[in-house]
């Protein structure tokens, strides 16, 4: 008689090689690039050494980049923010590795604090300021790549238009 319990496995599993995907050498899913984000965060040798803080901007510098993706690391000091901006086709992962900062959407509020992340689609607006009293670090994964941060209007979801002839504004992370 013949039952799922009857089942058995003769040999190493491990040697049937269709059963085995190679691991990847870069990510290719959300998920992975989350896991890369949080794999970074907690190997703080990857990036401590690089974080420099700057009172007059923002400070960022690309830590990483493979296929169609790049990591970036960006400090913030109490009062810098980003303003109202999406990241044109680009999704990402917004992770905080020291310190506080705050997400402003038109959902809403949210502080978040070291270890928090947050996943975005291409298009996702919002608003990402140190309002704290200590400097803070966060680490960014864009897939792909950064190539435009438009700005947004901090009234309504309108893109602020440029001069006539203005060129467009670099992206930041």
């Known amino acids: 008689m013949n039952s799922d319990s009857d089942l058995q496995i003769a040999g190493d599993i491990l040697e049937v090689p269709h059963l085995l995907q190679a691991p990847r050498e870069h990510p290719a899913t959300v998920a992975e690039f989350a896991g890369l984000a949080r794999s970074i965060a907690a190997d703080r040798s990857q990036w401590e050494h690089l974080v420099r803080y700057d009172a007059t901007t923002r400070w960022y510098h690309r830590l990483r980049t493979g296929p169609g993706y790049e990591v970036w690391l960006l400090s913030w000091v109490p009062g810098q923010g980003s303003g109202r901006h999406d990241h044109g086709p680009s999704a990402g992962v917004l ?8 997400e402003r959407t038109e959902r809403g509020t949210r ?3 070291a270890g928090a992340q947050r996943v975005f689609a291409p298009g996702y607006v919002h608003e990402v300021i140190n309002d704290a009293l200590e400097p803070a670090v966060s680490l960014h994964v864009y897939y792909p790549g950064l190539s435009e941060m438009p700005m947004h209007s901090p009234q309504c979801s309108t893109v602020l238009p440029r001069e006539a002839g203005a060129p467009a504004p670099a992206p930041t992370p």
């Open 95 to 102: 992770t905080v590795l020291d310190g506080t900062l705050t």
């Open 111 to 113: 502080a978040l604090r």
